[in-house]
């Protein structure tokens, strides 16, 4: 007897939203764990959307000092005072690119490729809330929104926001290249 065996599919992966819902990197790699025991080779990594901005970028050190942080949803979270600021207790987190690097290896080590989602040029509240500038409208929004739904902010065509795009491009290639992982950037 003789058994061929192989995957019906070159693709078998399962998305992760990190951008809306942030998880630990403990967490990332026992889910990349998870998916090498059930035989699934890529991660869709979420890493950006209107509700958070989750990738550090040293040159833009507010994407995650500002976008990577919101009040959470709802009536309770609008409670949840934090008595050292007078202010509702945030919610987020980022990535540094050391984290980035440690996950990206983890899952190399595993025949996993990490395909990342940096969203681009919609879903940018996030980045517009930490630079304005980056932004089509004169009013910007002051906030990283916790509520989901379709926001108007779009990055410009300006050559500056061109600039902070290649950027983060190059960034978040680099954080995967040393680690020898496919990381592929899609844009919408």
């Known amino acids: 007897m003789r058994i061929v065996d192989a995957p019906r599919f070159r693709w078998r992966g399962l998305m992760l939203d990190s ?5 630990s990197p403990a967490f ?11 035989k699934l080779n890529v991660l869709g990594w979420h890493l950006t959307d209107d509700q958070g901005w989750r990738l550090e970028i040293r040159k833009y050190p507010r994407l995650t000092s500002v976008g990577a942080w919101r009040v959470p ?9 934090d008595p050292a600021t007078g202010r509702a207790r945030l919610y987020g987190g ?21 395909v990342p989602e940096i969203d681009i040029p919609g879903h940018a509240t996030a980045a517009i809330v930490a630079y304005p500038q980056l932004g089509v409208t004169s009013h910007a929004p ?16 300006e050559e ?3 600039d902070f795009s290649r950027t983060c491009s190059r960034r978040s290639w680099s954080c ?13």
């Open 73 to 81: 949803a709802g009536r309770a979270a609008a409670r949840d005072i």
């Open 176 to 188: 995967s290249l040393e680690n020898m992982s496919t990381w592929a950037v899609m844009r919408r």
């Open 94 to 114: 980022f990535y540094t690119q050391d984290d980035v690097r440690r996950i990206v290896a983890h899952a190399a080590a595993r025949n996993i490729t990490i």
């Open 142 to 157: 002051q906030a990283v929104p916790a509520d989901w739904g379709i926001y108007p902010n779009l990055f410009n065509v």
């Open 19 to 23: 951008a809306r819902h942030f998880q």
């Open 28 to 38: 990332i790699m026992r889910y990349i764990d998870w998916m090498a025991l059930h």
């Open 160 to 162: 500056s926001t061109f």
